[in-house]
């Protein structure tokens, strides 16, 4: 679809449209309380070959030029099918979009359907025709580039405002007929953004983020919506892969004033305590946020100075390229990491050189630890060195492959088997391959790991979410019993890691 005509347009980008052509008018106004429906069209989407990408970002600019989309439909590329669906949209809705369907290419029937649709035959247009020879150097009538040339009869060809496409986007009455390349259909709407975009509508949202299930908000947001209906819309989202919100409600509203009130109402009825913040990017200020917990005086910032000091004396002791720091997606090593990358970046604030990232990979370990390592590594932008098999083989791997590596930081602590004795800063045992260990978290306690993660918005590992608390592979750990309880429902469920009571439990999940 689209795709010999994107080949000719890619050379030349966004282009402008002839100045000597009168732009056409534009479609019906959008008046206060338009209304758009999306056809997505191609079989390639319903089985699944191709994701849809172009409806979410229609409604996304829609809905910021006041334009409310009130329906998406899917079709195949079939011209009874879209055509039935066409003719139903244009009679409900104030602009329909149509996306894909457009190119020299059998199944490319969208043209062919919207005449259809509105009992008209497709046919030549001349300055269609013009645009084919220009692009392509044929005026053959039957040649399969010309079929991007047949359009509806009442076809309007619409130029866009300064820069858009040579090639015009195609409407029948209130029908805008886009390509289904999504760089192409985007271009496309953003270039003829006017002829939706509505004066007198505009949208307004809110969003509340609730650490609490939505069994237990479910009486609020029933007040809320009794309260504010026709007025403001109330939507509830639960999200199981965020640490530190279970649910995004979302208001919506045409009146600024009406979701004010709505929001003020809706924190007075929610339970206490349960609003949180939504922190989307713990990384970037984590210098000063770790070091402004160090200089806090507070319990955990002395612990958060210490560690520090640690980590400041391995940076002036060794080069960025002679260490690393060990992880495997586990919370100690998650709090690790956020301490040395705040310690990197107050040292280095201009540096290129990525921070080394040791993993030594379990047999067996669990999906959701990976991808988390995976998504960490993004977070941090750290460089991955993965290794398998015990901790001893792994350092022996390292020392092969990266022999510039002098020194290795941990997050062991003292409560960790065979760690009683260790010191912040200690060379391996005899034996082993020589590095330098830095354990700058050996006096944190299980409470310590928990308060520095959450209160300054760490991610970890969704599995601590769900009752383990400390994880090796999925052959070693289960869910720890300690946070078992029963639900309403009489069903068992666990509490998440940081409510563990008893420190001396955290490993009793491990077999």
Not at 8 to 25: E, N, T
Not at 106 to 134: I, K, S, Y
Not at 154 to 165: A, K, P
Not at 268 to 280: F, I, N, R, S
């Amino acid at each position: 679809m689209w795709g010999a005509l994107r080949g000719a347009l890619r050379a030349g980008g966004v282009l402008r449209a002839a100045s000597s052509r009168p732009m056409a008018a534009p479609g019906p106004a959008a008046a206060r309380g338009s209304t758009a429906g999306i056809i997505v069209i191609g079989d390639e989407i319903l089985k699944g070959h191709t994701q849809d990408t172009n409806s979410f970002f229609m409604c996304r600019r829609l809905r910021a030029l006041g334009v409310r989309v009130a329906r998406i439909s899917v079709v195949p590329d079939d011209v009874e099918a879209i055509a039935g669906e066409v003719a139903a949209f244009a009679a409900r809705f104030t602009f329909v979009l149509t996306s894909g369907g457009i190119g020299p290419t059998h199944d490319d029937v969208t043209f062919e359907a919207v005449a259809r649709a509105f009992g008209e035959q497709v046919a030549p247009h001349p300055e269609l025709v013009a645009l084919v020879h220009r692009f392509f150097g044929t005026m053959d009538a039957q040649c399969p580039e010309m079929k991007l040339a047949r359009v509806p009869e009442s076809s309007r060809l619409n130029y866009g405002v300064g820069s858009t496409f040579k090639y015009p986007l195609v409407s029948v009455r209130n029908v805008y007929i886009f390509p289904g390349i999504p760089a192409l259909m985007e271009r496309a709407l953003d270039g003829f953004a006017h002829l939706f975009r509505s004066e007198q509508t505009r949208f307004h949202s809110c969003a509340v983020y609730v650490a609490a299930d939505e069994t237990l908000i479910a009486p609020a947001l029933d007040q809320v919506n009794a309260a504010f209906q026709g007025r403001v819309s109330l939507g509830s989202y639960p999200d199981w892969a965020s640490n530190y919100y279970r649910v995004k409600l979302m208001l919506d509203s045409e009146s600024e004033q009406d979701l004010e009130e709505a929001h003020h109402f809706l924190m007075e009825k929610l339970p206490p305590g349960v609003v949180v913040p939504l922190v989307t990017d713990c990384i970037a200020p984590a210098a000063t946020e770790v070091y402004g917990l160090a200089e806090s005086g507070s319990a955990l910032g002395q612990k958060v100075a210490a560690a520090l000091r640690t980590i400041e004396e391995a940076l002036e002791r060794y080069s960025l390229a002679q260490i690393c720091v060990g992880f495997n997606g586990g919370k100690d090593c998650t709090a690790l990491l956020h301490l040395v990358h705040a310690a990197v970046e107050r040292r280095y604030p201009a540096r290129q050189e990525k921070l080394q990232v040791l993993y030594i990979r379990t047999v067996s370990p669990f999906p959701e630890m990976e991808q988390f390592i995976q998504a960490t590594v993004q977070r941090y932008k750290v460089q991955l060195c993965t290794v398998e098999g015990s901790i001893r083989e792994a350092l022996v791997r390292l020392k092969e492959q990266q022999p510039q590596i002098e020194a290795v930081l941990m997050g062991t602590r003292r409560t960790d088997p065979y760690s009683c004795t260790l010191t912040p800063m200690c060379l391996t045992d005899p034996g082993w391959p020589p590095y330098m260990r830095v354990n700058p978290l050996l006096d944190w306690t299980y409470r310590d790991i928990w308060e520095f993660l959450r209160q300054l918005f760490v991610p970890y590992c969704v599995l601590y979410d769900k009752g383990y608390t400390s994880l090796g592979s999925m052959a070693n750990t289960l869910k720890n019993p300690a946070l078992r309880y029963t639900d309403s429902q009489g069903r068992d469920r666990y509490r998440p890691a940081y409510e563990l009571e008893n420190e001396e439990e955290e490993r009793t999940s491990r077999q």
